[in-house]
């Protein structure tokens, strides 16, 4: 299968500051990328849905303006959380499909904690 | 509108005994069907799939049945390892134009030696 790749893989940061984890898709061309977040105990909730080149889809009660989404190449997106605070600490995992591939590929997830 | 509804968990099982855990969905139209896997401190993994009525998705020993008429993809495996205590998730695709997938809670497996 394919790989996929977020940087970093855990971050800590004071409440007030911003920050960027990346996603990258290492053997293929990702034109759609997805962002998830985790909480303890819980099942995955997706978040957004970036297509390559364009804006991403934000779901229902998710902070466009929070969760900045950019997917400028095939082959990365990256997601930043503006002005964190402690109830954005959580896990957040992204994956991939495009290319030959029909399903998503999945990203080991980046723990955020915020202070 | 779509959902999937996983059992509740921790599942607990000795060694070699045999698994099931339920996933039941509701959907409009008949969309793929799909079982991840979590191991502890990795990324989540495909386990199989099955893409219409019918069709069983098998791996690692696993195996799951799409059945249309109790709307269910109950995952089986009839040994389990050590090495298989995990989270599992059952999904089924929302879109089939990108991909896009709605998640049961998971279920965490035990099993012990």
């Known amino acids: 299968g394919a790989v996929v790749s977020q940087h970093p893989s855990r971050v800590i940061c004071k409440s007030g500051t911003s920050v960027k984890i990346e996603c990258r898709s290492l053997?293929?061309?990702?034109?759609?990328m997805f962002w998830y977040r985790q909480f303890p105990k819980q099942s995955l909730m997706l978040m957004a849905t970036?297509?390559?080149?364009?804006?991403?889809?934000?779901e229902q009660g998710v902070e466009k303006d929070k969760f900045l989404i950019n997917h400028a190449s095939l082959t990365l997106s990256t997601l930043t959380v503006t002005s964190a605070h402690p109830e954005d600490s959580s896990f957040y995992i992204c994956?991939?499909?495009?290319?030959?591939?029909?399903?998503?590929?999945f990203g080991p997830g980046t723990r955020l904690t915020v202070l | 509108g779509n959902s999937v509804t996983q059992m509740e968990g921790p599942v607990t099982l000795s060694e070699e005994a045999f698994l099931t855990i339920n996933c039941t969905y509701t959907?409009?139209?008949?969309?793929?069907l799909f079982w991840y896997v979590q191991y502890p401190g990795e990324g989540l993994q495909l386990l199989l799939k099955?893409?219409?009525a019918d069709d069983k998705g098998s791996n690692k020993g696993f195996e799951a049945t799409y059945r249309k008429e109790t709307t269910s993809f109950h995952l089986e495996k009839g040994s389990v390892q050590v090495s298989d205590s995990a989270v599992y998730f059952c999904?089924?695709?929302?879109?089939?134009?990108?991909?896009?997938?709605?998640w049961g809670a998971g279920t965490k497996l035990i099993i012990k030696p």
């Open positions: 994956s991939a499909s495009g290319g030959l591939f029909n399903e998503q590929f």
């Open positions: 053997d293929f061309q990702a034109t759609t």
């Open positions: 970036s297509n390559e080149g364009s804006k991403a889809t934000y």
């Open positions: 959907a409009t139209g008949y969309p793929s």
């Open positions: 099955a893409t219409k």
């Open positions: 999904a089924l695709e929302r879109s089939s134009s990108n991909y896009q997938l709605i």
